[in-house]
């Protein structure tokens, strides 16, 4: 999935110093925080680490990867998205809490793609 959004990326009109970054957690809150409210895409798998969506400035795309089964697709981050003012996609994935996700790429390059158009388009009225 990293491969295809760097291709992605790459192709796109978007500028040069964008990155992707795997949040792991590790270091301190401020350092957390500063992560999500400078990043334009945040994309995860649904479960606690989506409450990082908080610090996200309005506009953010949070890309929810869902599961399907146990807690299929509740609606906590697309209301918190909702009320934040970010964009809220959610994207296939089979599996659940106790297994890995594997998430529909075709889905996935579906919204990856559409997103890039967004920010694309919003960056050309700027």
């Excluded at 989506?50 to 890309?63: A, D, F, R």
């Excluded at 599961?67 to 599996?95: D, R, V």
Aim: one cysteine or more.
């Amino acid at each position: 999935m990293a491969a295809f959004m760097a291709s992605a990326l790459n192709k796109s009109k978007l500028s040069s110093d964008l990155r992707i970054e795997i949040f792991d957690a590790r270091g301190h809150i401020r350092d957390h925080i500063a992560l999500f409210r400078r990043a334009l895409i945040i994309i995860g798998p649904h479960g606690a680490g989506m409450m990082n969506i908080l610090w996200s400035s309005p506009g953010t795309h949070v890309v929810e990867v869902g599961y399907t089964t146990g807690m299929i697709f509740p609606e906590m981050y697309a209301e918190m998205s909702l009320h934040l003012e970010q964009h809220y996609w959610i994207c296939k994935g089979h599996g659940d809490y106790s297994t890995p996700i594997h998430v529909d790429m075709d889905d996935f390059m579906y919204i990856f793609n559409g997103i890039i158009s967004e920010i694309e388009a919003e960056e050309a009225r700027s």
